[in-house]
């Protein structure tokens, strides 16, 4: 339980408001993640009325009530704002197309500021290089999904399930087609189902590599937009591999630069002392320590959920290959691991799929 004091507005009001707006406005909410930092600083120097955590914000134009000196709302005083989120596509502007926005992009910041401590600046460099190969997997792991949601006309809620039938349901539709007007039907084989074997035509098959990744293979030629959507699904499933792959190491990475800094806190004041660090020299160089080791902590946080957010692409793929019947005989016939079925006779038919 944390006590608040409701007569002095301030960060921990923002905080407190927020998270219970982000909850319906009753029940309990659990302490925020800033306040359970054990260097917390509750006295950081902020300009502005209002802290609202990012997944309190919507984006659109919205009306900000001033408040004064005692929290209370001001009379014909508010501000006219825009919120837009301009790191996903959908939010602010349209994303540029060419080669200056390729280098721009290139260059990742990993946001890192200087100490004026040679040993502790030191630490933080040591810990840029994992911190920004993490951020740019992210964003490669991102740009990838949004790429392959937009491909598949879904909205940035669609899931990989979703997609994936998407697809089936199109190269379904394209086989009855070339059928109807008597091309060739495209290869099939056959599924042992209850002892009983069924020729099935499969548009595609969903197999698994030496290392247990999905793979993607398709039989003939597919137009250009089935090609192009096949293309980018292969794009994520390499993004997924990679990340999960290289995940780990850079977790222990940062842990372990996390660790070290974190022991340097303790010391931080004499070591601003013996380095002729004063006044608000000094103030400023723990501001830059604390801002640095919440960046790392924040991104340790970011890797964890790419690395879920990987497997659970990876995890959907297969589920959804076992109920479209489109997974490969290894993956049927397999002894160990994960068991896959056909759930229903025919899934292109299934309104619930």
């Known amino acids: ?17 927020g998270k219970f707006s982000e ?15 054990e260097i917390f600083i509750p006295r ?9 955590p ?14 004064n000196n005692e929290g209370d709302p001001l009379e014909n005083a508010t501000l006219f704002v825009h919120v837009a989120i301009t790191n996903r596509r959908g939010g602010g502007k349209a994303k540029k197309r060419g080669m200056s926005v390729k280098k721009k992009n290139s260059r990742i910041s990993s946001g890192m500021k200087v100490v004026g401590i040679k040993s502790v600046d030191d630490q ?30 879904l909205g940035p809620a669609g899931t990989i399930r979703q997609g994936i039938r998407l697809i ?19 290869p099939s084989f056959s599924l042992a189902d209850n002892n009983e074997t069924n020729e ?14 999905p793979t993607i293979t398709t039989h003939s030629v597919l137009p250009d937009q089935l090609q192009r959507s096949f293309n980018k699904l292969k794009n994520l499933i390499s993004h997924c591999t990679s990340t999960l792959s290289k995940a780990e190491t850079l977790l222990q990475k940062i842990e372990e630069s996390i660790r070290k800094l974190s022991e340097c806190h303790e010391e931080l004041s004499n070591l601003c002392s013996d380095c002729g660090l004063k006044g608000q020299k000094a103030i400023r160089a723990a501001e830059n320590f604390t801002w ?62």
């Open 292 to 353: 640095n080791l919440r960046l790392l902590k924040a991104q340790l946080n970011f890797m964890n959920r790419s690395q879920e957010e990987a497997q659970d692409v990876i995890t959907q793929i297969f589920d959804t290959g076992g109920v479209l019947g489109v997974l490969s005989h290894k993956l049927l016939n397999r002894k160990n691991g994960r068991k896959f079925s056909r759930v229903v006779p025919d899934p292109s038919r299934d309104s619930v799929l």
């Open 44 to 52: 950081d120097d902020f300009i502005g009325q209002y802290t609202i």
């Open 1 to 17: 339980m944390v006590c608040l004091n409701y007569q002095t507005p301030g960060l921990m009001m923002d905080l407190q408001e």
């Open 54 to 67: 990012f997944e309190c914000l919507q984006a659109g134009y919205r009306h900000i009530y001033l408040l």
């Open 124 to 153: 933080f460099k040591v810990a840029i290089m994992p911190l920004t190969e993490s951020i740019a997997m992210r964003n490669r792991l991102e740009n990838a999904m949004t790429d392959w949601q937009e491909d598949c006309g």
């Open 23 to 37: 909850n319906g406005g009753c029940g309990y909410v659990l302490k925020p993640m800033v306040m359970k930092d």
């Open 168 to 186: 089936y349901s199109r190269m379904v539709t394209l086989s009855a087609n070339l059928g109807s007007v008597g091309s060739p039907p495209p």
């Open 200 to 213: 099935l035509t499969v548009p595609f098959i969903i197999d698994s590599d030496d290392h247990g990744y």
